[in-house]
């Protein structure tokens, strides 16, 4: 007779979630991490411009990257986009492509970032809301780039294995 508690009752989901012994069950776990951390900034990153569009446009064109006009459409789109693509992520549909796109943004804010450090512009990366020309001693490129490299790791890891717990993706494509 077992002494093992039945309770709660095991899935194969969530008993190879659980199992982190495994190296499938540890990438199961670093995948779904992955999935909300870098889904979950997007989303904060969107909702907190979004209701601000002209402060995220004025943002984009700090960097001065972009021709004027065609930054303030992205500034304005950029939002949209971020929690678009994070609320695919959390939710775990179409997570390769969303990772890819995911990943895409933060190559560009990572390209953004090192522009506006290496041209010596003292500037809010305008990644959580904000934007536009701040004292010098407030500038944080380093924190950021670092930031933004790890959640491109995460979006990395996603691309290459977009199949992790609790996503739809795994529902509806097994």
């Known amino acids: ?25 540890l990438a199961d776990v670093v995948g779904l991490s992955a999935r909300l ?34 930054a303030g459409y992205v500034g304005y789109a950029l939002p949209v986009l971020e929690i678009l693509i994070g609320l695919l992520l959390v939710v775990g549909i179409f997570t390769r492509l969303s990772a890819a796109v995911g990943g895409l943004l933060m190559v560009a804010f990572i390209i953004g970032i090192s522009w506006a450090w290496a041209h010596g512009y003292s500037i809010d990366c305008g990644c959580f809301g ?5 004292a010098a001693s ?4 380093p924190q950021e780039l670092l930031r933004d490299v790890g959640l491109l790791a995460c979006a990395a890891w996603l691309v290459s294995r977009p199949r992790t717990p609790f996503s739809l993706d795994r529902r509806l494509f097994g």
């Open 1 to 25: 007779m077992s002494c093992q508690p039945s309770w709660p009752p095991a899935s194969a989901e969530s008993a190879d979630l659980l199992d982190l012994r495994s190296r499938a069950g």
């Open 37 to 70: 951390i870098l889904g979950g900034v997007l989303i904060w990153a969107g909702a907190a411009k979004v209701t601000r569009p002209a402060l995220s446009a004025l943002a984009v064109r700090a960097y001065q990257i972009l021709p004027y006009d065609f």
């Open 130 to 134: 904000g934007g536009g020309t701040i």
């Open 138 to 141: 407030q500038t944080q490129y």
